[in-house]
DNA sequence: CATGAATGAGTATTCATTCAT
DNA sequence: GATGAATGAATACTCATTCAT
C-alpha cells in the first residue's frame, strides 16, 4: 500500500502556520483544477494563497508533496459517495431497509454525483497517475476502498444465492468499478453526453445482471 | 470528430526526407514509451532517430504533432484487436460460425491481447487525454470505434430477442467498453495481478449477464 | 594591523542574554568546522545552538560577524602551541633552561600538535583568507606574532654568533614560519602522509641549518 | 592521483564551437580571478564571453568543471616556472653549467617570478583545495610536481656529499616547497613587503643551508 | 528577549526554437 | 536537406533578513 508520508514532518506549526499552510493547499486545489498538475507552477499556487513565493517553501518542499495532500482530500470526498455500502445487505430488506438492487442503485447514484462535483479533481488525478509508479500506487490504494467493499458485497449476495455461484467476486469487484470510473470519467471529462437519471438506471441494471442479481420482483 | 490535421501539410518530400522523417516517428514512439510524452524531450527524439537537433523541426513543428502520429500508430494497432467483430451475429450460429457469447469472448481476448502487449503505449495515450482537449478528442474518437461495434451488437440480439429489451444499448455499449479498457489499464498499467484465462471468462460472463445473453446451452 | 570591531557593540547583556550570544558562538564554530565558511548557513547555526533563526540577528548582523569571533579563538589555541618562546635563548643553556635547538624542536613540536588538534579550524581561516581582504589582514596578524617571535630570536642568535650573520632575521623568520605552517597544512588538510617525531626532527634540523645554527655538540 | 576528467565528453566541435568554448574559458579565468570562485557566477563568466547564459551549458555542466580546466591552465603556467630543474647536478659544473646553488636559485627566481605574474590565480586555486576534497587532490597532484624534482635533487646532492646525509629527501622537499609556496603567498597576497632581489637571495640561502648545502666557493 | 512566519532578491538550470553555414 | 551552435524565456529553489507577536 503506498504510504501518503510528507517528507517535512509537521513540526508544530503556530496557528498562523496553520492558516497559511491550508490557505496554501486550497490554493493548490484551485491552480491544479485550471491548470492540471503539470502545467501548473508554484509561483501561481503562491499567488493564489496570496503568499509570497519563497512562504510556499517553508511548508512542502515540492509540487508533488502538496499534490500529495490535495489528492488525499479527493479521496475523502470520492469514498464518501461511494460504491455499495457495507451494510446494505440482501436480508435487511424485511427490516425495511435497501434491498441489494436498491443499494446498488444509490451507491451507483451517489458515486456519479461525486464524479460529477468533483471531475475537474478527478482528471489531475488520473493524470498524476500516468506521471509516476507513487501516484499510480495512490490511486491503486484508492481504488481497493472501492473494489472491497464490492467485493465483499458480491460475495454475501453469493452466500443467500442472491447473486450467481461462478461469478468470481474479485474480478467482477474490478470489472464493475472500472466499468463505474470510466464511465463517469467519458461521461464528464471525454466529452460522451448521457442524462443522469437514464445513466443510473442503465448501470445499475448492468451491475445487477452483471452478477445475476434477480429482479427485486 | 476531431481531426487529425498536420500543420505542415506533408509537401513532396524526397525518399530521403521520407526516411527521415520515418526515423523521427519511430524515435519519438522509442522515446514516449520509455519517458511518456510530459517527460519526453525533443533533443532525445532527435539523438534516438541519429538525426541532428535542428532536423526535427524540418518535419515537425512541436512534440504535439509528432505525437499525433504516434497516436494515430497505436489507434490502428488497437483496433485491430477489437471488440465485438460486426459479422459476428446471433444467427451466425446455425452456419458454424461463432455464437454471439463465443463472439464476445474472442473479441475480449483480442482486446486484452492487444492492450497488454501495447500497454507502454496505453499509457502515454491516456496521459495525452488528460493533458488538452485535443488530445481528449482524439481518444473519444478511438474510443467511438469500438462502442459503435458494440452497440450495433447489443442492437442486433435485442432484434432477436437474444438480449434484454430494458437495456439501452447505447448506454451499455458505452459502459461496457468503459468496463474492458478500465480493467485492462488498472491490471496492466495500475499494478492489480489477474489470470489471463480468468479474466477472458469472467468478463465475457459479466457482459453478456449485463445485456442479458442467455446462456449458450 | 587588522581591527577586530563589533559593528554591534558588546551592550550590557542580561546572564540570558550572554549564554544565548556563547551558545551562538559555539555553535557556529561546530557549523564552520563540519561545513566551512563558504557552505555553513544561519540557520545551521541557530538550529544548532538550539536557538529560534530570529534569535541570532539580536546578536550578530552577519555570518562574517560571528565568524571573526570563532576564528579569535582559533588564534588564541594556536598561539599557545607556537613559535620559539621569547624567552628562549642561547645564552640560557648554562642556566639548566633549553639550547636554542631544544627551544626550537620545543616550539615546532607544539605548534604541529596544536595544527593537528584544530585543523577543522585552520582550514576554514584559510578560506576565509582567500574570500575578502579583510580576512586576509586577520590571518596576518595572526602570523606577524609567530614571525615577531621568531625574528628576534634569530636576531638574539646572531648577536652571539651562534647564526649565520648574512641570514636576513626578517625574511628569515617569515621563510621558516611559512615553511611550518604550510607544511602542516598539506600533512594534515592535504593529504600528505608524514610521521610526527620524523617530521618534528627533520623540520626542527631544516629550521636550525637553515639560519646556520650549529649543532648543539 | 586526481584525475582531470570532463564529464562532458568533448564531442567533435566544430571550429565556431571550439572557438566559443575557448572564449568560455578566458572569459572564466578573469571572472575568477577578479571575483574568486566562490563569489563567480555563470552569468558573469557568459556575460564577459559575450555569449548568451544558456550556451555556457552548451559546453559546461557547472561552475566546477569550466574551473578545472583553468585550474589546467594554471598547473601548466607555475610547473614551467618551477623549482630545481632534473638536470641540475652537482658535477654539472664542470661543463660550464649551473652549480647545485645557482641551479637552486635560478628555480626559486622563476617559481617567485611566476608566483607574482599569477597571484591572482594562485588564490583561487587555494580557495578551491579549501572547498572540497576533489580540489584539494588537484593541487596535491601539482604539489607533487614540485616535491618530486625537489626529492630527486636532494637525492642527488646527497649522493655525492654536497649535502647533509641526516636530512630526509622527501620531508625536506616537502618542507622546502611549503616554505617557497607560502612565502610567496604570504608576499604576493598576504600583504607583506619584500623586495624581490633580497627575497631570491635569503630564500636561496634558507634553502641551501637547510640541507647543508656548503658554500660554492 | 525570543520566536518563527514571511519575504524576495539572486542564481542556477532546462529546453524548445531559430538560423547561419 | 542537414547541421548544431546560439538563444533566452520560463521556472525552480535557496537563504539571509525583517518584523509582528
Not at 471529462?189 to 442524462?195: S, T, V
Request: aromatic residues 10%; glycine residues 6%; negative net charge.
Amino acid at each position: 500500500m503506498a504510504t501518503m508520508s510528507n517528507e517535512v514532518p509537521e513540526r508544530q506549526l503556530t496557528p498562523r502556520g496553520l492558516r497559511t499552510r491550508a490557505q496554501l493547499v486550497g490554493a493548490a486545489r484551485t491552480i491544479f483544477e485550471r491548470d492540471g498538475f503539470v502545467a501548473s507552477r508554484i509561483t501561481d499556487i503562491a499567488d493564489e494563497a496570496a503568499v509570497s513565493h519563497g512562504t510556499f517553501y517553508t511548508y512542502f518542499e515540492s509540487k508533488e508533496q502538496i499534490f500529495r495532500e490535495v489528492l488525499e482530500s479527493i479521496r475523502e470526498v470520492m469514498l464518501d459517495g461511494g460504491q455499495p455500502a457495507e451494510e446494505a445487505t440482501v436480508e435487511a430488506v424485511p427490516d425495511g431497509r435497501l434491498s441489494p438492487r436498491e443499494s446498488i442503485a444509490r451507491a451507483n447514484r451517489r458515486y456519479l454525483e461525486a464524479y460529477r462535483d468533483n471531475c475537474q479533481l478527478m482528471i489531475i488525478w488520473e493524470q498524476a497517475a500516468t506521471l509516476n509508479e507513487e501516484f499510480r500506487g495512490l490511486l491503486a490504494d484508492s481504488r481497493h476502498s472501492f473494489t472491497g467493499r464490492s467485493e465483499r458485497f458480491i460475495r454475501r449476495l453469493q452466500v443467500t444465492g442472491a447473486a450467481q455461484a461462478d461469478i468470481d467476486p474479485h474480478y467482477a469487484a474490478h470489472a464493475l468499478t472500472a466499468m463505474m470510473s470510466r464511465f463517469a470519467y467519458v461521461w464528464f471529462l471525454g466529452g460522451e453526453r448521457f442524462e443522469f437519471e437514464t445513466a443510473v438506471d442503465q448501470l445499475t441494471r448492468l451491475w445487477c445482471n452483471a452478477v445475476g442479481l434477480a429482479d427485486d420482483a
